[in-house]
């Protein structure tokens, strides 16, 4: 979906869907979407809400958490409410698309880079993303991309750059405790 046709309905449930480069299905969930801001659009579910990788027995998510998909970046956010160790946990991803109001899709190009609540910042998966790189084929573009991606979710979390600083807290505590959706 293009920019000029982002999601508007708070409320309403979009279906996540993370894919393979293969296009093999990935993880995926229903969450609520919360609204959107400057950073892209969030979405939120509470603990107990269901996630699946590919056709894998669903998973119970034990903790409250938002997401974040920015408009055209090669990321997306997790940030998750404690007692969960990992406090935010990006994807790196082709830009998300919107097939739909309902339903937000990317490629999960293997890399990740997770803020520990402890403050550690790491970045996971360097292996699967070369593993995959050579398996798939990944195109020149796509491994700049994802590796420049990378490196800036680094550089921001370090620095303690929005949406990695506060902005994020608001949406969670809409999830967390029933607070205001923010404006």
Known sequence: MTADRLPTMPG?????????????LHWHQTMRRLGEDEYGVWLGAEAGNIARRGDEPPVVVEHAHVMLFPRDAWWTAAFNATPRRTEIYCDVTTPATWPSDAEVTMVDLDLDVLRRRNGDIEVDDEDEFAEHRVKYGYPDDIVANAEAATRWLVRAMTDGA?????????????VTSGGAIPS
């Open 12 to 24: 309403d449930e979009v279906f996540v869907v993370y894919r393979k480069y293969d296009g093999a």
């Open 162 to 174: 929005e949406p990695f600083h506060t902005a994020y807290l608001e949406w969670l505590a809409a």
